[in-house]
């Protein structure tokens, strides 16, 4: 496009497509199932490691048997096509086996957080109507809570497989075996169901569903996102036509676990279409994982600025020259640190020159804004990715905005999710169809596109922040959440919750309560009871009313300074 064509409108003139070839820009997305597509990329690779776990390596030839023996033993138990599987799983090689299994057979995983509460594991149940669930051994606690609190009986299967399973000898005394509180029925060992192999399965279908994954989305209320094969086939496409060198055969540590988007998508099935090694760990803990980023010595990373700052802190002069790209999502990372970070692995042998961002949501299965390894600016989190396109839309009028102006960020791809699962006024909500007929989802962010296409962000529509759970698993905190649980508690009259945070990082939620005949006590107990435990507040503070500013809206300014003040005591 030259210079007389440009309307200065981002979504028109798509300055970003200027650093891509003309095969990324119409890449065609393939059929099939996400199995089909993975098994496709290595028909030629298939004695090259897939999967390494902590030094137990599988071949793509291993990877695909055991897929074969996982699928005869799902369609032995009555798993097929169309059948809903809630999974609570971490990143070991039998979960992802098992997720590639059950989308070989046409099943549909909804993959769970680890940190909620049975009520909540309990209402998704109730939601999808599962009669299976898969589950790593460490969360079978949680299932046992749930199957009692619906009443469920033996009427839904749980298969349940160790972390340890495939670990080599020595690295197994040091996982901790978790305890199961009964002997059931319906509790199967993934080792007592596995069975030779059956008749051959036809390929999937590309518009098929296969995966739920789960979001708070922007208004803080869990929502069931619906990825089809082609939207988790499309991100595969999409970063294989990147400007990150990713190349077969390199090594990639997957820290994000499976069952958040980015995790499944981006950092397991991404590479595995690519190719590549996937280092796996099934801890999210960002304590750990500058030990393991250590052992695996990884071309690439993938992480939050938390898992960086590990690295960072772990290191004991060791080499850095093995590591090519330093990624990360979720969180923002100042200006000062990341030269400081980029400095740091500079000076330790480290090829690069910038750390690598990346914008997406989970209705995108990930990422669908990116730096490139030799395309990038400072303070940006990328431009779009080849199939993909954005625009800033004014949020009051929803006209679009020039190039440098700020707004609501809307973005459009082929791997923008089916929908919210059984949620069609959500549907409403977030996504929008033009007249053209393109479906574009608000994303509640504000950002502005510069002229040669770099994506700034510039501040959240709504309030997100992140905070660390159980084993410190890194979610987002949604103090509106928080706020409408609390005001559903008996004798709760107004409510306002702020955060505090000791690191700049993560944060915990201080909720300000006005109250007739209530305690502190019953009102957490009340949060434990409906909310998962990284959202219950730290601090709940009963006042007489909750203040106001001039216009009638919660004064949060206020509240948010008294915790400041406090906490600076």
Not at 58 to 87: H, N, P, Q
Request: aromatic content about 10%; charged content about 20%.
């Amino acid at each position: 496009m030259n210079e007389r064509e440009l309307t200065g409108y981002p979504s028109i003139d798509k300055p970003w497509q200027q650093y891509y070839s003309e095969e990324a820009l119409h890449a065609p997305l393939p059929g099939g199932s996400m199995y089909d597509y993975m098994a496709a990329c290595n028909a030629d690779r298939l004695e090259k490691t897939a999967l390494n776990y902590f030094g137990r390596k599988f071949s793509y030839r291993e990877l695909f048997c055991e897929i074969d023996r996982a699928a005869a033993a799902f369609c032995k138990i009555g798993i097929s096509s169309g059948t809903v599987v809630m999974a609570f799983a971490l990143n070991t090689p039998e979960c992802i086996v098992s997720i590639y299994a059950l989308n070989r057979l046409g099943a549909i995983v909804d993959l769970q957080y680890a940190d909620q509460s049975p009520r909540e594991a309990l209402e998704n149940l109730q939601c999808t109507h599962a009669r299976f669930i898969l589950t790593a051994d460490t969360f079978l606690p949680l299932v046992q809570d749930t199957l009692e609190l619906g009443n469920f009986g033996t009427s839904v299967q749980v298969i349940t497989v160790s972390p340890a399973r495939s670990l080599p000898p020595l690295k197994r005394l040091f996982l901790p075996t978790p305890r199961c509180r009964t002997k059931a029925d319906n509790i199967l060992n993934f080792d007592d169901i596995l069975v030779g192999l059956h008749d051959p399965i036809p390929p999937g279908k590309a518009d098929d569903p296969a995966l739920i994954v789960h979001t708070s989305g922007t208004t803080g209320v869990p929502k069931g996102v619906l990825l089809s094969n082609k939207n988790v086939n499309a991100v595969a496409v999409e970063y294989k036509n990147s400007l990150l060198e990713l190349r077969p055969g390199d090594s990639i540590l997957n820290i994000a676990p499976p069952f958040v988007a980015f995790g499944i998508c981006l950092a397991i099935h991404t590479p595995l279409c690519l190719g590549m090694q996937v280092c796996l760990s099934p801890s999210p803990d960002p304590e750990t994982n500058g030990k393991t980023f250590f052992f695996y010595k990884p071309v690439h990373f993938l992480g939050g600025p938390a898992h960086i700052r590990s690295i960072v802190q772990t290191h004991k002069r060791q080499s850095l020259s093995f590591v090519r790209t330093i990624g990360y999502g979720g969180e923002a990372i100042s200006s000062e640190n990341a030269k400081r970070y980029v400095l740091f692995f500079k000076d330790n042998g480290a090829p690069i020159s910038h750390l690598a961002p990346g914008y997406g949501m989970t209705e995108f299965g990930g990422t669908v804004v990116t730096t490139g390894s030799t395309v990038w600016k400072e303070g940006s989190v990328g431009i779009p990715l080849p199939l993909t396109n954005v625009k800033i839309v004014d949020p009051d009028k929803w006209d679009e905005l020039p190039c440098g102006k700020t707004g609501e960020i809307w973005m459009t791809s082929p791997s923008l999710m089916h929908g919210y699962y059984r949620d069609t006024d959500e549907d409403g909500d977030g996504l929008i169809i033009d007249e053209s007929g393109t479906r574009w989802l608000r994303t509640g962010d504000l950002g502005e596109i510069d002229q040669d296409g770099f994506l700034y962000l510039r501040g959240r529509i709504k309030r997100i922040y992140l905070a660390k759970g159980r084993n410190n698993s890194i979610y987002k905190l949604f103090p509106d959440r928080v706020e409408r649980v609390i005001l559903k508690c008996p004798y709760v009259l107004e409510c306002a919750v702020v955060v505090k945070s000791a690191d700049g990082i993560f944060h915990v939620p201080v909720a300000f309560a006005a109250v007739q005949e209530c305690t502190v006590d019953h009102i957490q107990r009340y949060c434990k009871d409906h909310l998962p435990e990284y959202m219950i507040p730290e601090d709940i503070r009963i006042i007489d009313h909750i203040p106001h500013t001039v216009t009638g809206k919660v004064d949060y300014h206020l509240l948010e300074s008294l915790v400041e003040e406090e906490s600076q005591q």
